[in-house]
């Protein structure tokens, strides 16, 4: 699409899919509430949207998009803005989640950048602050594989990221007691969308595999 009339048909066909007589999903969460049971944190990559990538229907996912899906650290809560913290806190503690899923992705241009050095450069930068989160998953991958390609180096610090970001997950408390007494399941999941495959953080063998 690239327009924004494109746009308007398009909500058009949505409208006359869910908003007939016959079709009770909107009534039933406009009456009921939003109770969805997944949260993912994703990235704003267009190209991976969650709801489309997993099939999803309304009100099955709440979603947390940011650049290269990043969770930040428990903060001080004086000054900063902190969006992702806050709808973590949202989706946890007053929806009541049951999984957090950290959902990467292949060809993440945020962690290209990251990995290239153009990405932390500009102090003035919202983007160089924001993947200075990432920036302990570029250290590890460089000191653990010297002499590999580009593409593999950020192919490995897009899923190095995930990790760091569920670490980052077990800062907060309020999600730390909720996934040590078994409220709260973690999830690393990667999208490869070169190969149309998804694949899993296993924490036994330390490694990502397709399911």
């Known amino acids: 699409m690239t327009n924004p009339h494109d746009l308007i048909a398009g909500f058009h ?5 869910h908003f007939t007589d016959d079709d009770a999903l909107y009534r039933q969460l406009v009456s009921e ?17 969650p709801a489309l990538v997993l099939d999803c229907a309304p009100g099955d996912l709440f979603v947390i998009r940011n650049v290269a899906n990043l969770v930040p650290p428990d903060e001080n ?3 900063g803005r902190h969006g992702t913290s806050a709808a973590l ?51 590890k991958v460089l000191q653990e594989m010297p ?6 180096l950020e192919r490995a610090c897009e899923q190095q990221a995930i ?4 670490d980052n997950l077990m800062s907060f408390d309020w999600i730390r007691e909720r996934a040590e007494d078994g409220r709260l399941k973690l999830h690393g999941w990667y999208f490869d969308i070169e190969h149309g ?11 990502f595999s397709a399911m």
């Open 33 to 49: 509430g939003q109770t969805p049971k997944i949260l993912v944190v994703a990235c704003c990559d267009s190209r991976v949207d």
């Open 147 to 152: 002499a590999a390609t580009s593409h593999e």
């Open 89 to 139: 806190e949202y989706g946890v503690k007053t929806l009541g989640v049951e999984h957090v899923i950290v959902l990467g992705h292949a060809h993440c241009g945020g962690i290209q950048a990251l990995m290239r050095g153009s990405a932390t450069e500009n102090q003035e930068s919202f983007i160089s602050s924001w993947m200075r989160l990432a920036e302990q998953a570029r250290t």
């Open 197 to 207: 495959q998804l694949l899993q953080y296993e924490a036994d063998n330390r490694r």
């Open 13 to 17: 066909r949505f409208r006359e899919q």
């Open 77 to 79: 809560r004086i000054g």
């Open 163 to 166: 990790l760091s970001s569920l």
